[in-house]
């Protein structure tokens, strides 16, 4: 960037909100000359710094990418309103924060996408670094647009603005997409050459080389490549054996969400929560032993200073070492008044011992439990078997244990719901709160937190349709009455919030003229829920002609091709469907640990299996 543009950065940032968020330069920042490597590559979280940073894929990314000597690997965030008022008036094109380099100067833009909310700022970040922001109207040389993260299992509502996709796991699979890059660099063939050669690469999906046919009632009718040698599906990327975790983080320089160290301890989950994106597209099971995470860390908190230490992962109860982990954290790291959190632990895999060494590492302040449904009949329709006599001796253990605060986490919209499951909701918050008082006394506090169910892709939820704003607001006011005459705090999503992520989520590709309609229209930081733009959206369906209830209040029927189809995750579509048919008469089925049920993620990969010595894996 020249050098007078630097110095007019420099000014705006006086004029602006936490100026922190655009400098860089923090503790332990990766910096490499620019002209020293091959692929320049610059990893982009779709929303503020104070979010991005904190996000544990783009830590290990830029790590990853960095240790190739011939690779520099650079960050960016989305400006905040008022800094990009000041980037748009002074026309300077968006920048990363090592070099300050403009986004376009770059090979690679790699965008993470964990959520669909943020997909119109994907937009505005190509239009503020000058970059035509359709796959088809880019030049020769632009960058390459890449994504990847979870909501990429379901490609298609972005397909018109990504060149390609990762999909999966991208420790391994980016550096094979940034070898293509550096060969296809040192030619002069054309960009649809790059885009071929991507397309070999397992788990890339390129999807300007597919063509998509649709039946008068808007069903998919077809989607074939357009060319010989791209595949017909793409099979997800997993690493078989955890890579070694980073424990050299960026301390970054403004507060974040989550401003912690955090630990990959396990991926993927076998409990087969049927309404569970995550636990259905992140098979198999693989875990980190307790020798390789003491160590990340130990170095961790040397080389960054940080006070609290998340241990991630999908349900870290079920990992199979939790209880001597716990212990050897507490033993090795008492002395230096750190706290430790444990997100999502699960009430069926929650013993006793482990509740003692929880009390050690994080006493008093808040627990969190995640039932989702009040009663056995409904836990069993969404596969979280619970007898309600367990779920209440769980709680009167937590209290008995000093802890003052519990949030339960429920579900409403589900399949079969009656009223008296949504009852059931605050009876139980009314029952957990007398025990509380019993055990704790009037301190205690009980907060219920209520999502509504978007019946996500690769889900056996998946062809469910969802249910009504008006049905939904209607069991919130219920619940929301209930929770106030009974002293319980209570937090929900508002219908607006779960429609634009059902429209997003569910989609297909005529959604992209929809999201640009919107963006153009004002539509950004639509995951930040006062910016109520859900007009913006409905009103970008009519100009495109397209009708929403057709993607959200459309129950699928079980033969219809679905957008997301040509995207294979390992788990078949003859298993989920299997398991609907079993969620509508109620019928569980167990962790798939100790039997395995056949999903497909052993066919698809049993012979990337490692030793266990190598790495644990979840399926027996
Ligand atoms: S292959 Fe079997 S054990 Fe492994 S995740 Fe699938 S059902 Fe579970």
Known sequence: MPKNTISLIEKILYSVEKPGRYVGDEHNQITKEWDSVDVRWCLIFPDIY?????????????????????ILAERSFAPWVDMEVELRKHQIPLFSLE??????????????????????NVLNILDLAGINIRSTDRRERDPLILGGGQACFNPEPMADFFDAFAIGEGEEVSLEISQVYRDWKKTSSPRSDLLLNLAQVPGVYVPSLYDISYHPDGTIANMTPIQ???????????????PTHPSKFVVPNVEIIHDRMSVEIMRGCTRGCRFCHAGMVNRPVRQRSVEEILPVIENGLNSTGFEEVGLLSLSSSD????????????????????????????????????????????????????????????????????????????????????????????MIGLPTETMEDVDAILQAGIKVYQIGKRLIGKSVKIHLGIASLIPKPHTP??????????????????LKAGTRRAGI???????????????LSRGDRRIGSVIQTAWEAGAKFDAWGERDNLQIWRNSFTTNNLDPDFYAYRERSLDEILPWDHIDIGVTKRFLQRDYDWSLVGRTRADCRNTCFSC????????QRPPETICYWGCP
């Open 461 to 478: 939820f998946q062809w469910l349709p969802v249910q009504s704003p008006q049905l939904i607001q209607e069991k919130l006011d219920y």
């Open 228 to 242: 010989p040698g791209v595949p017909d599906k793409i099979t997800k990327r997993i690493v078989a054996a955890l």
């Open 99 to 120: 070099s300050k380099q403009s986004l376009k100067n770059f090979d690679i833009l790699g965008f993470t996408l964990p959520y669909e909310s943020i997909y119109t």
């Open 489 to 503: 705090k209570m937090s929900y999503n508002i219908p607006d919030s779960t429609l634009l992520e059902s429209w």
């Open 50 to 70: 104070d979010i991005g940073q904190a996000n544990l894929g783009l830590a290990m990314l830029y790590q990853i990418l960095n240790a190739e000597e011939h």
């Open 319 to 410: 990992h199979t070492q939790i209880l001597e982990l716990t212990k050897k954290v507490h033993d090795n790291f008492h002395d230096r008044k750190l706290s430790f959190s444990l997100p999502s632990l699960r009430i069926e895999s929650f013993s006793v011992d482990l509740m003692d060494e929880l009390k050690e590492l994080k006493p008093g302040g808040g627990f969190t439990l995640a039932p989702e449904a009040a009663t056995e009949r409904m836990r069993a329709v969404i596969n979280k078997p619970l007898d309600d006599e367990d779920f209440y001796q769980t709680v009167t253990r937590i209290f008995e244990n000093g802890w003052r605060t519990l949030k339960l986490y429920y």
């Open 600 to 607: 497909g993620i052993l066919d698809a990969f049993g012979d």
